[in-house]
């Protein structure tokens, strides 16, 4: 079993940085993608970004292209979520997932992915 821990999160202002974090540890198979969802408040939890195994294919939902950046080093088991010019409207639990059979038609399918982490919560303040 796959256990997934993220951490990073915390309190910002708008256009500040951070840098969400995530391990998995436990049985890992080959190939497996990686990836964010988040939920806002009184919000549906939504895609966010997804890297595949290799680190060449990336994926970004419209509201965060150009100022977040996924990547991945495959020797921690880790993938990281570089997030730039935060808005307020980014306020959310984000919760970092992983899968061996998602595709790229399904990276932004919620039901796609079957492992999931706890959440770490990022607020940005007006």
């Known amino acids: 079993q796959v256990q997934l821990v993220e951490s990073g999160g915390g309190l910002v202002q708008a256009g500040d940085s951070l840098r969400l974090s995530c391990a998995a540890s436990?049985?890992?198979?080959?190939?497996?993608?990686m990836g964010w969802f988040r939920q806002g408040p009184g919000k549906e939890r939504e895609f966010v970004a997804a890297?595949?195994?290799?680190?060449?294919?990336?994926y970004y939902a419209d509201s965060v292209k150009g100022r977040f950046t996924i990547s991945r080093v495959n020797a921690k088991s880790k993938v990281y979520l570089q997030m730039n010019s935060l808005k307020p409207e980014d306020t959310a639990v984000y919760y970092c997932?992983?899968?061996?059979?998602?595709?790229?038609?399904?990276?932004?399918?919620?039901?796609?992915?079957?492992?999931w982490g706890q959440g770490t919560q990022v607020t940005v303040s007006s």
């Open positions: 436990g049985r890992t198979y080959n190939d497996y993608s």
């Open positions: 890297i595949t195994w290799s680190g060449k294919s990336k």
């Open positions: 997932v992983v899968d061996s059979f998602v595709t790229a038609q399904t990276m932004d399918v919620r039901r796609a992915w079957n492992i």
